[in-house]
């Protein structure tokens, strides 16, 4: 039993440290490689670094695209602005027409109430039934009441 364990102690040493064959011994101190199968392989990140790489990123990303929400907002408001100027001074020119409009629907007004005036006060009275009569004599009397208020 004792030749047993022997045998296992030296496999498991063997197992531990293999020695190089021929085949896979690496010479470490040739610098010039001239070998056209010859590739540079660079380590990998670590998962540390790639998650750091991920977030700086993410963040220069965001930074970005918060960058570009803040500027849309900014030309966003700067049209609304300019469209509410434009719409006030569209206001402001509708409702100086409408004063406008309204001074000359005022005059007309005026104008044809002094026609009214004065087609009332060229009227005789004399050749008209009574009541007729009475009616443009007060009419022609307010006339003339209104025209000394107004002198």
Wanted: net charge positive; proline share 5%; charged share 40%.
């Amino acid at each position: 039993m004792e030749g047993r364990l022997l045998k296992e102690k030296t496999i498991k040493k063997k197992d531990k440290s293999p020695t190089p064959t021929s085949e896979t011994q690496v010479n470490f101190r040739d610098d010039n490689i001239t070998s056209p199968d010859f590739v540079d392989i660079k380590r990998p990140p670590g998962r540390k670094a790639e998650k750091d790489r991920k977030k700086r990123k993410g963040k220069d990303m965001e930074n970005d695209s918060t960058c570009s929400y803040v500027n849309l907002l900014q030309e966003m408001r700067d049209e609304k602005r300019q469209f509410n100027e434009k719409k006030l001074e569209l206001f402001e020119k509708a409702y100086i027409q409408g004063q406008e409009r309204l001074a000359y629907e005022q005059e007309k007004l005026l104008l044809e109430q002094m026609k009214e005036d004065e087609r009332i006060m060229a009227i005789d009275p004399a050749g008209m039934p009574q009541m007729l009569a009475n009616f443009y004599i007060q009419r022609q009397k307010e006339i003339n009441e209104k025209r000394s208020k107004n002198c």
